[in-house]
């Protein structure tokens, strides 16, 4: 019950990374205040906010000074809702130290690797989806193995899972992952999908709108339907059955993850 503003020093500029943290951060009257939205319910589940809350995020995007964000589709958003045009793209990008591609002689052509990250009990990623679809496929290959990568111990769902790792971790899994997929309803950019891309993965996902400054259909990625397992499972089975196609997929996904570094979006911030 302690003000936040109490506990900000004396400094050159503040960086408020919830729009909850805006005011407090502007009411310390220490430095210009920038808002670094990385997007939520108040962007993209805008309908099931109440009026009291609405007012209150609406409050908060006109009084903060500078706004940046992390995708087109979420300033874009931000400019309809909320009325600010103003807004500043700065992408995210991939920490290279962790997330570079596998070496190819280390692979086991006999085993396909699918890997999804997500809790099952954030209903926006729809990892239930694809669960089920991956139920359907492992009737039809045997070869199939599910990284399944979760922030939180799964309850409803008996698949296997790798429960909160590390990022070197990840990174391990990432490289040795033949196929990467994304099936949320949205994102305001989805850095999983770009760093299984620079690991080699070849990434099938849903248009979550966030993606679309890197993703570019049957070029760099697969893009399926949304709230559509038989999609899923068509999509993979494609990739399985047409391997040069996988492999086109996933050099050109790490021909796009290199335009995503840190030293560009560094510099831009």
């Not at 962007?43 to 809350?53: E, P, S, V």
């Not at 309850?155 to 790792?165: C, L, Q, R, S, V």
């Not at 993703?215 to 990625?221: E, P, Q, R, T």
Request: hydrophobic share 40%; with cysteine.
């Amino acid at each position: 019950n302690k003000k936040i503003s109490d506990y900000i020093p004396q400094c050159d500029v503040i960086i408020a990374t919830s729009w909850k943290c805006i005011y407090d951060a502007i009411q310390s009257n220490k430095a210009p205040v920038v808002f670094f939205e990385q997007g939520g319910a108040h962007l993209f589940d805008i309908a099931a906010l109440n009026d009291k809350k609405k007012e209150v995020v609406k409050h908060r995007f006109r009084v903060v000074p500078f706004i940046y964000t992390v995708s087109e589709y979420a300033k874009d958003i931000i400019n309809k809702e909320y009325n600010r045009c103003d807004v500043e793209v700065i992408y995210n990008a991939v920490d290279s130290n962790i997330f570079y591609p596998r070496n190819i002689t280390n692979k086991d052509e006999d085993v396909i690797r699918i890997t999804i990250i997500g809790s099952e009990d954030f209903k926006f990623k729809n990892i239930e989806g694809i669960l089920q679809a991956m139920r359907i496929l492992s009737k039809e290959y045997n070869n199939i193995q599910l990284n399944w990568i979760t922030q939180t111990e799964p309850k409803k769902n008996k698949e296997k899972a790798i429960i909160n790792p590390t990022q070197k971790q990840i990174g391990d899994i990432l490289r040795n992952t033949d196929i990467y997929i994304c099936n949320s309803q949205y994102e305001s950019f989805g850095l999983p999908t770009l760093e299984a891309m620079t690991c080699g993965a070849a990434v099938i996902t849903t248009d979550t709108g966030g993606m679309r400054d890197f993703v570019v259909n049957n070029k760099n990625a697969i893009v399926i339907n949304k709230n559509d397992e038989k999609d899923i499972v068509e999509k993979v089975k494609m990739l399985i059955e047409n391997k040069e196609k996988m492999k086109l997929i996933a050099q050109e996904g790490m021909k796009t993850a290199l335009e995503f570094n840190w030293d560009n979006s560094i510099k831009k911030v």
